[in-house]
């Protein structure tokens, strides 16, 4: 039964990229990308958890499977849902360029002061996770991304040496993480550029490349977390056996299934329905809070008394004894529990349902960015793309958190930078809103 839950995974996630190649323009919405990351990241472990379940069992090996299936499934499900026009037309409003130039310079000091103070501040940890100062920097360091997504836009619209100093300027810290081998920041800054240069010129890849990239992708993930910043040196110097026995090394790591975050996933499910003690979005709450609430400033005892602490929370770190304790089974530091595992730890095979929600958030931004130009959309569908990616491979309340922080920011930037003239109301293109909904 588990090889029959695993070919639908596979379906279902080839069904994403498929709905994505047959219309190019679709290779930058929700479904595809997420199919994407499912193929990339989930189904190689899929395939390895079958092969060497440890100590997991039957049954809990064909749930986590299942409820994979149904995830990726509902990714598709929540985009096809009609948007609202009402939510579109509060995502327009009338920019004044100067002011928009001045909030973005104003985001990139605020992104390289906490970049040097970053640097400059030694790592304090509480039971194993960053506490201190350091976590306030990189936090609000987050604004340099948002910064140089405005300058993408513009340096696309319109290629002058301002906007292309900006650009360079802007980009040059994302830069240096993606030298260093970060696999998200790499991935932030692919999509941020081809989703700009889409937006503005309406250019897509050819479809063997897209392919391409995604089988990339399957393979050289592995190396370059390997690799870390010795990936680009071995690029630069031209040895690709390097890199390639390297990522060959790390696949068959992967495929011995000794190290797998969807085992975690699947122990998660397995002890929440042994348990029956569901969240309910008390540990995604929970979530939300160990990041937004700074305990240096407002005290941890303030910020503890809002949180539920809930049990069986994969962000709770009693969560790792407790499935010891039942099943003797201790996840890998610095491995997460996906969000395969939170979303059934919070509602079960409901919980699949989030991933739909996030899919019909997406469409009202894409139908807002694409077909409305709307600043607030495009900006924040970069900011989020690789968010919801994040929401797959490290947990919902991962997404939740960055959504949070880029709405806030990207809300203030666009309620500066408004010009004098009334807030636009949008009017809808008959045609071209029906297309929006292909």
Avoid at 247 to 259: A, F, P, R, V, Y
Wanted: net charge positive.
């Amino acid at each position: 039964m588990a090889e029959i839950y695993r070919n639908l995974l596979v379906i279902v996630c080839f069904g994403l990229l498929g709905w994505g190649l047959i219309r190019m323009e679709r290779i930058y919405q929700y479904p595809f990308f997420m199919g994407a990351i499912f193929i990339s990241f989930l189904l190689p472990q899929a395939f390895a958890l079958v092969n060497n379940p440890g100590l997991l069992d039957q049954t809990a090996l064909e749930r986590v499977l299942l409820v994979s299936s149904l995830c990726a499934a509902a990714c598709w499900l929540g985009y096809q849902g009609k948007p609202n026009i009402r939510w579109l037309s509060q995502f327009q409003t009338n920019i004044d360029k100067n002011k928009l130039f001045q909030a973005a310079n104003l985001l990139m000091f605020i992104g390289y002061l906490c970049y040097f103070l970053r640097q400059n501040t030694p790592d304090t940890t509480i039971d194993g996770s960053l506490t201190g100062a350091g976590t306030i920097y990189f936090f609000f360091g987050q604004t340099i991304y948002i910064a140089f997504s405005i300058f993408l836009l513009e340096v696309f619209k319109k290629p002058s040496i301002q906007n292309i100093i900006f650009t360079l300027l802007s980009g040059w810290i994302p830069l240096q993480r993606v030298l260093i081998g970060r696999r998200q920041t790499t991935m932030v800054l692919v999509i941020m550029i081809g989703f700009s240069f889409f937006l503005i010129r309406r250019y897509v890849p050819p479809r063997w490349l897209v392919i391409l990239a995604i089988f990339l992708m399957t393979v050289l993930i592995p190396a370059i977390g390997a690799m870390r910043g010795n990936l680009w040196d071995a690029v630069f110097s031209g040895e690709w056996q390097t890199i390639l026995s390297t990522s060959q090394k790390s696949l068959d790591t992967l495929n011995k299934g000794e190290i797998l975050e969807l085992r975690n996933a699947a122990f998660l499910i397995k002890a929440t329905a042994h348990l029956n003690l569901y969240g309910l979005g008390a540990g995604w709450w929970d979530a939300i809070i160990q990041t937004l609430i700074p305990g240096q400033i407002l005290g941890f005892g303030f910020k503890q008394s809002l949180q539920f602490n809930f049990l069986a929370g994969p962000n709770n770190l009693r969560t790792n004894n407790i499935l010891y304790d039942l099943y003797g089974y201790s996840w890998q530091s610095g491995t997460t529990p996906t969000g395969i595992g939170e979303s059934f730890v919070e509602f079960g095979y409901l919980g699949c349902l989030v991933f739909a929600l996030i899919g019909y958030f997406f469409k009202h931004l894409w139908v807002s960015a694409y077909y409305h130009k709307s600043l607030f959309s495009s900006l924040l569908y970069m900011g989020l793309i690789s968010s919801a990616m994040l929401s797959l491979t490290h947990g919902i309340g991962r997404f939740l958190q960055e959504a949070l922080f880029q709405i806030g920011v990207i809300s203030l930037v666009i309620f500066y930078s408004r010009s004098e003239q009334n807030k636009s109301r949008i009017f809808l293109d008959e045609k071209n809103f029906k297309n929006s909904f292909r």
